[in-house]
């Protein structure tokens, strides 16, 4: 015979026994339906601004989409803006903490009394480009030659480019037709032959070589072994005014730690960048893989005293004031790891 032993339990028990349970039930209810209970602390709130078409919108929407930033301890909030013009105002403004911004914009605004801290995107310069059947084999062949320019005469391809075409006697400047003209207009003339050669960003220059369209004369690496620096390091960041670095330390840490996750996780897994592939505006698969692995060929090493003297060398190359130069504090370096609250 079995005995069912809670039918023998006294009625006061068993009734006791169903308000703790039901107790523990409306406790661990809210976790159970994903999220804290109503008297949980919140978590930090990191706003970014970032171009809605950038490379960078890549990773903060696998960091949202694996919900990496809320296992680091914060919850990102993206920004999404058309141009950079909006979202260097967002920055200013104080709208959001932080943004995008290549490394000559941080030394120019830290020249002008703002200082901002740099904590490392992506080491992709971009590269130099010709026509698929194109003669020009050597920096030598571009004498003559119409040239160009993505970005202004700032680029910082074009100013690495002219450095090292200045060391084997080329003045590129007086010796060739330099154009300067938005990406995409230039990648047209590239194509309709208009002009020579192409100084471009690397996803541009990645789309135009995974199409047959061009043919890559140099990476702007080869640039950078020319002129005794490393070949990674990073030109473009996340920067945040100094000011609020003070007051947001750990928030920081945790976001970079995130991101650290982020590009291992990107790198380890092919089917995340499946989930990505829309907004890379890829329009083939081979655009795809170039725009993949380029993004991550990349990530940077963790910035040192080397590498930094090396960025801080790259700013004077570019014409930056020895005495005015963005100082070592400026440059984040990875912090021990942050416990999340």
Known sequence: MTIRTHALWPHALRHALCRIVLAIGLGLGPWLLGSPPANAEPLPTLRLSVLQSGTAHWELEHMQRQGLDRQAGFELE??????????????????????????????????????YLFLPFSSQIGAILVAPDSAIDSLEGLRGKRIGVA????????????????????????????????PPLLSEALRRGRIDALVTYWHFAARLEASGEARRLMPMAGLLDALALERDLPVLGYVFQESWVRANRALLDRFAAALTETKRSLAESESHWDELRPLMRVESDAEFEAFR????????????????????ALLQLAGADAQRLLPSRLFYRHAARTETP
């Open 78 to 115: 993206v920004r999404l803006v058309p141009h950079l013009p909006a979202s260097r105002i967002a920055l200013a403004s104080g709208e959001v903490a932080g943004a995008v911004a290549d490394l000559l914009w941080v030394q120019a605004r830290f020249e002008q009394g703002e200082p």
């Open 293 to 312: 692995r380029g993004f991550l060929d990349g990530v940077p090493a963790p910035l040192d005293e080397r590498r930094i003297a090396d960025l801080q």
């Open 151 to 182: 970005g202004g005469p700032d680029s910082k391809g074009w100013i690495l480019l002219r450095r090292v075409a200045a060391e084997r006697g080329l003045e590129l400047e007086r010796e060739a037709e330099v154009q300067y003209a938005a």
